[in-house]
């Protein structure tokens, strides 16, 4: 049947993008003007399709697993604990800051505050400083007794009582109070934990590479290993991840099935994150391993928990302790066994004696101290038509692993699949975990880890600040120089001098000075006195770098270097970019060429970026060729390499120039790296991505006086037009193959259109061949971006056009701004 002429799908699809289109849409599907954030806005309609046979045959209950990347940040709570009130938001928030200690601005003396304390910089749940804040954070460890994990089973979460804590711990109720190293107390609203099962993601050791790991082993769901987990690379992982979020939001959007707030922007936003760029950054961070070169991801705590069903239940408890402390399931010998116990007894409240329960509760308070609590939870599975019911969000903070298996189950058991993302939880039960853990870690962990940093400042850092510690590492170092100098060149770890701590399987013990320190610095760390984490990182990268410990001298460069960009500035320009430049120089050594670190190397090297952003002046100039060496690298996939093009484009696109003029500032560079961006996404059939890369390089030409426009440069003028027309046909043969498929054959088209359009495709396919490689010269660097800026592109043939647009919307000004 064919439809009629108003019929919306049909105008819909005759829409096509505004960087793309050659053709006058009749009707606009405009999105939601009054969306209130900036990511539901768009400027113009996208060309939709009908759903592919993959869409049809997947489950329909998927498409809330992709939640995250179609709905704008910020606007769902992202922990079942009450949302702050956010306030106003500052104009420039989230954007570069003027005046840095960097330069550019006020100088040193308009900015000697912490980012912490500059407005915008951490608002939104998708800023890189607000998850750089929730990823180092406490970890706290669960080990549960075989009657808790039935009791929690029952009320509908297979994997225990880690599965139901987990989302209650991205953010604490309330405020915490922490007191630094000098006294002084600071609440924060925002403090969080981290939930994980007892001994998983245990990274082991390598002394071949001086302290590196081999890849982590997971656990499955079932409590077993999944060597294909392990086995496979976490990057890779992440890129899956985010690739499938891709393709469901490219399909969905081309379908038209996209709900009004879907981030479908047609230019970048520099004051809010692209929602893929934060899953990419918030998967790669999620994936923090137990390993023994950074004590991030070690237990702060272990909750032991035996419910009221238990016939003997402290025993039970004592037999918890043994488990963790000598058992099988004993953390590796490399990680602290001195961490605090929490013992919890879960009541339930339909089938157990609340009087039994309560004496039960004295008296584990008389065994086990004062670390104990009561939680008082229901048996049975809330359901959403119960009165007392209320969502329980997803965690926000699921390995890739996970993310990846939960995709793949929606799409294999479609008749027995279960949402995870439609779980409800009685708000009671609720209201009874986030006091539980709001009491843990005000009470106990907190206390805990301000007591254990003062006892290892005291005892064992202000020992090496002094003067006997600074000849003991003086002594040290010219001692094994003197002993073993060249073999410790060849062999790392296994050619250390024997009067080190380093133990020859690639590990310091826990009771050694640099363990200790380490674990008073990420302590520091994780409770925000930067200063003291940043002293304390100082003092044992000369110690790991001595030892010949690569994997511990690469960590600790990388956490000072975010530490010395956290905190509040005091140097000057000058002697900041040096240090911060040689520690990430370090840092990306280290964890690229000797330990051979993939996962290290692009962790420290995209966060020091963005803080490096945020600090605004020369830092977006330094974080930019950050960018270049990482790519340069070639450590991350095809949607990575993506991701990072877009972000340096908002890097220089935050840069404020000076003047009407807008002198200093960098708009031609943002251009050409959206272009740059444009070009990548195209070659991955990322369409709707492309058309907001190239979208964004036609607004920044357009800012740039007539005589300074790209349209000066044939060769480049005519690149951009090729890929303005590869994007168009792209969008075009997408529709065009979706409604043949869609109509048995023979679409809303006639057969003539059709055979046109295959002509076209082997066009398309003969150009895609013709692409350049890259357009970033061999030297890389700032200097290399500094050259493109004058000499755009690389010597090439100019492109053909297939069509001449004849749109008046697309040109810019003169219609020769490079977009055909």
Not at 403 to 420: K, M, T
Not at 491 to 500: D, E, F, K, R, V
Not at 805 to 813: E, F, I, P, Q, S
């Amino acid at each position: 049947m064919q439809p009629s002429e108003d019929d919306p799908l049909t105008a819909s699809l005759q829409s096509l993008p505004m960087a793309a289109s050659s053709i006058r849409p009749p009707k606009q599907r405009l999105l939601s003007s009054d969306s209130v954030h900036p990511l539901a806005q768009s400027e113009a309609s996208l060309p939709l399709r009908p759903a592919s046979d993959h869409q049809r045959r997947s489950n329909p209950s998927a498409a809330s697993l992709f939640r995250s990347t179609l709905t704008p940040p910020g606007s769902r709570s992202a922990s079942p604990a009450p949302s702050l009130s956010s306030g106003t938001r500052s104009p420039g928030g989230g954007r570069a800051l003027s005046g840095s200690v960097f330069g550019g601005g006020g100088g040193n003396t308009a900015f000697k505050q912490s980012l912490l304390d500059t407005p915008g910089a951490a608002d939104n749940p998708g800023d890189p400083l607000n998850l750089v804040l929730r990823s180092f954070v406490p970890h706290i460890a669960i080990h549960g007794s075989q009657d808790v994990d039935e009791l929690v089973r029952e009320k509908g979460f297979s994997n225990g009582l880690w599965e139901l804590l987990r989302p209650f711990g991205e953010r604490i109720q309330g405020k915490v109070t922490i007191r630094d190293s000098n006294g002084l107390s600071r609440s924060w609203e925002d403090f969080a934990v981290r939930f994980t099962r007892f001994g998983d993601g245990v990274e082991t050791p390598d002394p071949a590479v001086g302290g590196g790991g081999r890849p982590p082993t997971t656990t499955a769901a079932n409590g077993g290993q999944s060597q294909s987990n392990s086995r496979m690379n976490l990057i890779a992982q992440v890129e899956r991840v985010v690739d499938r979020h891709l393709s469901y939001a490219e399909d969905a959007c081309m379908g038209g099935s996209l709900s009004p707030t879907t981030p479908t922007r047609q230019g970048f936003d520099i004051d809010a994150t692209s929602p893929y760029y934060a899953l990419y950054l918030r998967r790669l961070l999620s994936g923090i391993p137990l390993a023994c070169h950074e004590s991030f991801a070690h237990p702060v705590a272990a909750v032991m928990a035996i419910s009221s069903r238990n016939p003997s239940p402290i025993d039970a408890l004592r037999k918890l302790y043994v488990e963790t402390s000598q058992g099988e399931h004993r953390l590796p010998v490399w990680v602290d066994g001195d961490y605090l116990r929490y013992y919890v007894l879960v009541h339930d409240e339909e089938q157990s004696d609340i009087t039994k329960s309560m004496a039960l509760f004295e008296q584990m308070k008389r065994h086990f101290g004062l670390h104990c609590h009561l939680l008082r939870i229901r048996s049975s599975q809330s359901a959403e038509t119960d009165d007392d019911s209320i969502p329980l969000p997803r965690s926000d903070w699921m390995t890739a692993a996970e993310e990846l298996a939960d995709i793949e189950r929606s799409e294999d058991d479609q008749q027995d699949y279960e949402d995870p993302t439609a779980r409800h939880i009685f708000e009671s039960d609720a209201t009874a975990i986030r006091t539980f853990i709001r009491e843990m870690v005000t009470q106990s962990v907190v206390p805990t880890m301000e007591r254990n940093i003062s006892v290892w400042n005291d005892q064992v850092a202000s020992r090496r600040k002094g003067l006997s510690g600074k000849l003991m590492s003086f002594g040290k170092r010219w001692g094994a120089f003197g002993s073993s100098s060249r073999a410790s060149s060849g062999a790392g770890a296994g050619a250390a001098s024997a009067s080190n701590n380093y133990d020859s399987l690639g590990y310091y013990k826990p009771d050694t000075p640099e363990a200790i320190m380490r674990r008073l610095a990420d302590f520091a760390f994780m409770l925000r006195d930067w200063k003291l984490a940043m002293s304390t990182y100082e003092l044992l990268r000369t110690d790991f770098q001595n030892d010949k410990a690569w994997r511990y001298h690469a960590a600790a460069n990388e956490m000072a270097a975010l530490a010395l960009l956290i905190m509040p500035q005091s140097m000057s320009s000058k002697t900041r970019i040096d240090t911060i430049n040689q520690m990430l120089e370090q840092t990306f050594y280290s964890y690229h060429t000797r330990c051979n670190s993939p996962y290290g190397a692009v962790r420290s090297i995209i966060l020091a970026l963005e803080l490096l952003r945020l600090r605004g002046g020369s830092g977006i100039d330094e974080a930019v060729r950050w960018g270049i060496r990482l790519m340069e690298a070639r450590l991350m996939g095809p949607v990575g390499d993506s991701l990072l093009r877009e972000r340096m484009a908002i890097c220089y696109a935050s840069k404020q120039g000076a003047g009407s003029q807008a002198w200093g500032s960098r708009r031609r560079k943002s251009a050409l790296w959206s272009v740059l961006g444009a070009e990548a996404w195209i070659g991955q059939e990322k369409y709707i991505q492309a058309q907001r890369c190239l979208n964004e390089a036609r607004k920044m030409y357009s800012l740039l006086p007539a005589e300074c426009g790209v349209q000066k440069f044939v060769v480049a003028s005519d690149f951009l037009a090729q890929l303005n027309d590869q994007l168009k046909e792209g969008l075009r043969m997408d529709v065009s193959s979706q409604l043949m498929d869609g109509e048995g054959g023979d679409g809303l088209r006639g057969g003539g259109e059709s055979e046109k359009v295959d002509e076209e495709s082997e066009t398309m396919d003969d150009r895609k061949k013709a692409r350049r490689t890259s357009l970033i010269s061999s030297g890389g660097g700032a200097g290399g971006a500094g050259g493109l800026e004058t000499a755009p592109l690389t010597p090439l043939q100019p492109a053909r056009l297939l069509h001449t647009l004849k749109d008046d919307d697309v040109g810019g000004r003169d219609g020769k701004d490079g977009f055909g």
